[in-house]
C-alpha cells in the first residue's frame, strides 16, 4: 500500500554532514505529514523532525540549527540534512509517513558518528 526506503546513512566523523532521503510510493495523498525518527538500542524511538504538506517544520531541541528536514513532492521524497554531526546522533534513522489518520514507516538506515 505505502513503501518507504530510505537511503544515505552511513559512518561519518564527528563535525562531518550526511544527507538521508526518503522516497515514498503508493497510496501517497497530497495532505500528509513526513518525518524522520530515530532510535538507539534500549530506548524508545524519537522524533528528530518533521514537515506537513504545507511546508511547515518542527525539530528536536537537540537538532535544532544543526538538521534540516525538506520535501520535494514531485519526486515523493522528503530529506534530511544532518550537519556537524556528534557522536550522539549515532541511531538507525526512519523515515515516517502520517497519511489518512495512519502511519507508515521505512526499513530505517543506520547513522553512526565516530568522535
Known amino acids: 500500500q505505502v513503501q518507504l526506503v530510505e537511503s544515505g546513512g552511513g559512518l561519518v566523523q564527528a563535525g562531518g554532514s550526511l544527507r538521508l532521503s526518503c522516497v515514498a510510493s503508493?497510496?501517497?495523498?497530497?495532505?500528509?505529514?513526513m518525518g524522520w525518527y530515530r532510535q538507539v538500542p534500549g530506548k524508545q524511538r524519537e522524533l528528530v523532525a518533521g514537515i506537513t504538506s504545507s511546508g511547515t517544520t518542527t525539530y528536536a531541541d537537540s537538532v535544532k540549527g544543526r538538521f534540516t528536514i525538506s520535501r520535494d513532492d514531485a519526486k515523493s521524497t522528503v530529506y534530511l540534512q544532518m550537519n556537524s554531526l556528534k557522536p550522539e546522533d549515532t541511531a538507525v534513522y526512519y523515515c515516517?509517513?502520517?497519511?489518512?489518520?495512519?502511519?507508515?514507516w521505512g526499513q530505517g538506515t543506520q547513522v553512526t558518528v565516530s568522535s
Open positions: 515516517n509517513l502520517f497519511v489518512t489518520q495512519r502511519s507508515f
Open positions: 503508493g497510496s501517497i495523498f497530497r495532505i500528509n505529514i
